[in-house]
């Protein structure tokens, strides 16, 4: 069995359990009464936790290898899983998410990391990796529908914990890809600084921050605006699972275009994409309309993905490369930590509705402004700019 076959499959497992509960966490908070600023707080508080812990896992991928922090990415969530399932207050529910928080905070930076140095063409290895992300979340989100409308929340959360307990049997396989990195010097944290020297780290942060967005609205609160439009939990579970299709077509068949020279363009070009797709389903006129737009915000954020992957391994060598992706990979904490917040709140005052036609406005705009955010920081600062390379 290859190291990528291995990876790849872990990966696939533990966002399988992800995308359970992606539909079933937010659905449960509904079902036990909380308000929609509750929910939103239950998903970003503990995101603070999850944005340090990313950057930390980082530095642990460079010193220590990936396979140390993907066993610890599969064994927090299986502790959160157990803890859901018994989960029947605030304090619970906020227990399971800091649990699987923390798995979210690790997994990425070693799983990316580990990719990043495996045999063949970088740009197809990221777009596999990619792929195995979003086929298990298409699986495990269209799957956490039709499970939780034949059985209950309980049932449906040990489903999650008994998927991270097989990835993390697979873990335990992998190699330690720490004696093929070059060695650190410095200390731990050495990488960070030079790093956060460069514009280009700030530009990856941002494109991983807009890429997240139909992942930190899908685990919050895409889940209750289909509810309250009248879909049934075995069909939310599918049409988020069309996000992930998306991304997975943009893996293995864009993965050397967004690797090209068009890669800026595409980039902005899938930020307003993933604005206007926001619009569009909060108008939700029937389901074709949802399928079509949640396919394209998929697409986009599949692109974005890929692109600040790439983007990240120009400016990093194998020394620092946990590091920098943990900087990059950061948006997604960012995004996790405001997006459910700022709609929670604008939803309060306005409706979900109108708050997801709001924050969709925010990413068009915030896509128009990358075009010149990546001529700008495509200019060193100063002859230091070039250590983080």
Known sequence: ???????????????????????????????????????????????LLQFALGLLSGAATDRWGGRATLLLACASPLIGGLIFSVADSLMMMMLGQIAISVGRGVFWPASQSIASVLEGERSVQMGRLNASVSVGQITGTAGAGILLAATDFSTVFLTFTGLNLLALFICLMLPDSQKHSEPQQGGMFASFMPLLKTRRIYYALICAYVCAQPVSLGQSFLPLLFEHAGFSPDE???????????????????????????????????????????????QIEGPQVVIVAMSFIGVA?????????????????????????????????????????????IAESVGLEQAFIYWGGFLVVLGLLMVPLNHWTRQPVNSDEVVAG
């Open 236 to 282: 939310i579970g599918p049409i988020l699972s069309l996000r992930a299709v998306g991304a997975t077509f943009a893996a293995l068949m864009l993965a050397r275009v967004i690797g090209s020279g068009r890669g800026p363009i595409l980039a902005a070009l899938g930020a307003c994409t993933i604005g206007i797709g926001l619009i569009v389903t909060a």
């Open 1 to 47: 069995m290859s190291t990528a076959f291995r990876l790849f499959s872990s990966v696939f497992l533990w966002n399988f359990g992800l995308g359970v509960s992606h539909i079933v966490v937010p659905l449960c908070a509904s079902h036990l009464g909380f308000s929609l600023v509750v929910i939103g707080s239950l998903f970003a508080l503990p995101v």
């Open 301 to 345: 954020a599949g692109l974005l993905m890929l692109f600040y992957q790439l983007l990240v391994t120009e400016i990093s060598h194998g020394g620092n490369r946990g590091t920098a992706l943990a900087i990059a990979g950061s948006g997604w904490s960012l995004s996790h930590l405001s997006a459910p917040f700022i709609v929670g709140s």
